[in-house]
């Protein structure tokens, strides 16, 4: 039986509504600092194996597999808290990053750059430095 | 020209790629305290009537239209910074929120539950009041 409005929005039962493509975004905060790190993508596959494991794991929209954080770079995220949204359709995760970084860019988040004041596309670095050099860290990557 | 790799990771030009349905996931931010309020969803006009305004502006994918957050409610965004991540495909949003409030079911934030720990599908409320009364603040919508 479907969920009611008042269950979903209201209620202690976890029923995450995946959308039409069967995923979820995931909003993943560092939680030490409350920074937002990413946002990432799972399916039922990939949450259940967040909440088993306690690593965050996505589902890869471009490589289309479930996809540990980590797995590569070794920079894992160790899980704390799962939230979910009012409407169950968005999930917000607490973890602590093995090395600190957690954008394949080298970034220690993904939002290293803003809007410039008074500018509509030019970008400034709120980042100045790498935390790590992609080069070496993905050097095993194809 | 389709933009580079390089041009959309490490460049300083706003480049925004919209996914399938011509939307861009935008995480939302409270400029003061550092806490995700939302998740919401801009196509086009919503970003370019957000960086015009200084209002925050998303499309609903529901109603299928262009909404600023407040216009029902009286609780407006004001928009501090606009950060974009590494592939251009989210936003983050920091605002000033007048009222305090985002989620329309009542609550500060729209992560208000999170999972126990221990279990799968046990959520546990984490904001314990209500800032607004949804019924009285929506009282003329439909």
Chains 1, 2 share one sequence.
Request: hydrophobic share 30%; net charge negative; glycine share 8%.
């Amino acid at each position: 039986m479907k969920p009611t409005v008042y269950e979903i929005e209201e209620g202690n039962k976890l029923l995450p509504r995946f959308d039409l493509h069967e995923y979820l975004p995931c909003i993943t905060l560092d939680a030490d600092t409350g920074e937002v790190l990413m946002l990432g993508y799972m399916n039922k596959e990939a949450l259940e194996r967040t909440i088993e494991t306690g690593l965050a794991t996505y589902y890869s929209r471009s490589r289309k597999k479930i996809w540990v954080k980590g797995e590569e770079s070794g920079f894992f995220q160790h899980v704390k808290d799962i939230f979910i949204d009012d409407d169950q359709d968005t999930l917000l995760l607490k973890v602590k990053v093995d090395g600190g970084a957690s954008c394949h860019v080298g970034y220690r988040s993904c939002f290293y750059r803003k809007l410039k004041a008074g500018s509509k596309e030019e970008l400034e670095f709120t980042e100045k430095n790498k935390v790590f050099d992609p080069k070496i860290v993905y050097k095993h990557s194809s």
